[in-house]
């Protein structure tokens, strides 16, 4: 404490009473109660936040008027904190109140309390201060010459009032619980205006409350154990304990001071892990020691850890780069931003205490930083002079480190008007650096395995053209809310011959890296037997098969659907999954398609059947998995009618329309698993831009049919296209005529998003491409098909094969 007297003020004089900080918040719930207040009112900290003020903090009983300025000789006159207090409990006052009163304590005499009460107002939950002392552990050492302890009284003052007070505005937040800055300088402020909490001896004699209650001098207890021993030594009993030196059972203030620095970081502990995402958790540490135990902290980490690539190889060195990835501090706004911004990267020579600390994993501790030492710091940041912010403070450098493994570090400023960090603010420091070490590491490992999940999710999952011959598509893929995120969920469009296309879903059961590579191997499964053109149901006989071969382990359902554009028709088939949605385009109804649901693939010994269903243009088909209709503890019905109500509700474009769907099922909460969502809008190929001629196998026929392709183009208005298509057409029915066996070879034109040919024979050998020599009379065919054409395959058919071109169509 400092007291001063009227314009002349005493010399300072060291109070070192315990203070007790308990904050209120609206509900008049204690939000906050510090180690104090347990010592003073009796309820530890995990017993007391939470429970209503008024149940902690007697306030019955009443102070007699004029209380502040008569002596306080009659025990009986008052019991309880008084009716301010209550008022103020009660929210009904809105100006600081403060009084004495007397209390019984649990295991305790009754004790002498000094309070003050500050409403406090603002965007933040706390509504009410309470600060409150035993003036019984007050002694005469502690007050002006001249004033007995009677007369001691809690009152206000402005700061202004005393010497040092910008001192006293600074030291202010330590004796206001542990919280953010922003928070902190928000009740500092009301204090501030409202009127500095002092213990007036007089009219004129007043001591302002100061952070350094409950530190006493380290001379007066050597002093003291000397005396101790002294007196043991002749025989005779210890003297009794000064009252500031009664924290409690255990007595010793070193000891008390140890327990606050382990009950600091308890609370810090508490604070920070409360999120495995990395830049939270990163800023949750800053926060914790802004301001309890630093007015500055600069966090700086591992380029790779910043870059989620995993666990940093090797020990840093000169060369390694440093990423800033937060900035605390309580100076004014905007001070540090310029000159050391979040986000810069930069290495630190040899000579710094930051190489010392990163390479040797131990704490660096700088009593003050030297002009010499600030001239070397400063010497890292080009074209900026960091020198004032940091010259003649004291710094602790404490390693961030996990497995032995520096991941960063972080420094930590005091100002100058601030005791120094000694050895226990050091070993405090080593401490709190350890635990937020551990959190950072699980939280880079949380990241580091999200985005390798992500990776190999993103890299199995198909890129979906948005148009195919006679469709529309869309796609949605959401990852599951577990930890990994990776699923089994997929799916899939594969280009067809006919113009037709196949649409997947399937979903591997189960979660993890397992599922996920079972989903890519059957993915690819059913891309290669797509490109046979298998039907739908024995393409699922075949996959179940497989399924089989690879494992007991092997389960998963899938939906196929091949769509015809040209005779819109729909042919699917169904393997335990989920029923797809139609919305009809001509009345928007939509309804669940009734397919026999068939087994799981990987039962076996189960059949599957295909079901051909006729489409109108405009229809619209929803396949999802059940990970977005499926909720733990509601029905899935409710979420397949959700389903069908969103899907028919009208969109602008087929990505909002799988917007609404997510938004609709997506937002009832409990979902943990993945989800595929697919939707095609079938807008079949008009008739008009399909052209089709059987020509008969002769090779007097190959002239006919490049004639039909080259009238075909000029009435299509595709004449740039005529050269290209005339010559593979005629490649291809040369071949065909050739190998053919029946009385015709059909040729078909279908232009859609691109220009289609396919020539069709009954011979089901599938031709491929020959290196032909110079000499060679065949061979040549495919080759010319293949450098001309924008893509080209081959299939079997039920009766023969197929062999097709695409060229992409002119811009118009």
Known sequence: MH??????????????????????????????????????????????????????????????????????????????????LESSLDGRASYPAAGRARLEAPRRERIDVLWWAYPLVGPGPEKLLVLAADAGRLHADDVPDGHPLERIAPGFALHTDFPGADELARGLPAILPSMS????????????????????????????VTADWGVPRRAERKARREEAARAASAGLPAPRRAPDEVYDDAGDLEYAAVREHLEFLNEVSGRIGSSLDLSRTIIEVSRAVVPRFTDVAGTYLREQVVAGEGFPDGPPDATTMWHRVALEHTDEPGRWDDVVPVGESMPFPAHTPFFQCMTSGQPVLVPRITEEMGNAIASQFEKRDIRPLITDRSMLVVPLKARNVVLGFMILLRHRERPVFNDMDRVTGAELAARAGLVLDNARMYTYQESVAETLQDSMLPHIEPHMPGCDLA?????????????????????????????????????????????????????TMAALDLPPAQLLRNLDDLAQRLGEHYLATCLYAVYDPIANVLELANAGHIPPVLVRAEDGRSELLELPTGAPIGVGGVPFESVRVPMAPGDRLVMCTDGLVEVRGEDIGVGLATLCESAAHPAASMDAACDTIIRALNTRGGRKDDVALLMARLNGIAPEYVAHRSVAPEPAEVSRARALVRDQLTAWGLGALTAPAELMVGELVTNAVRHARTRSVEVRLVRSGTLVCEVEDDDQRLPTLLNAGPGDEFGRGLRVVSALAREWGTSRTGSGKTVWFELALPRT
């Open 181 to 208: 800055v922003g928070e902190s300088a928000r009740i500092v402020s009301q204090v501030l205006e409202l009127g500095y909490p002092v213990l007036e001896f007089s009219l004129h004699d007043r001591v302002p």
């Open 475 to 527: 796609t949605r893929y959401l990852p599951g809310t577990l930890l990994g995120r990776v699923g089994g969920d997929w799916f899939d469009s594969i280009k067809l011959p006919g113009s037709r296309t196949a649409l997947v879903v399937g979903d591997v059961m189960g979660h993890g890296l397992n599922s996920a590579a079972m989903m890519g191997q059957l993915r690819t499964a059913v891309q």
């Open 3 to 84: 007291s001063g007297t009227g314009t002349a003020p005493q010399s300072p004089v060291p109070g070192r009473v315990p203070l007790a900080v308990v904050v209120v918040d609206a509900s008049g719930l204690v939000s906050h109660w510090s180690t104090g207040a347990r010592r003073l009112f009796g309820p530890a900290r995990e017993d007391a936040v939470g429970r209503p003020a008024t149940d902690l903090l007697p306030v019955s009983g009443a102070l007699p008027e004029g209380l502040n300025s008569q002596a306080y000789g009659d025990e009986s006159a008052y019991d309880g904190l008084g009716p301010d």
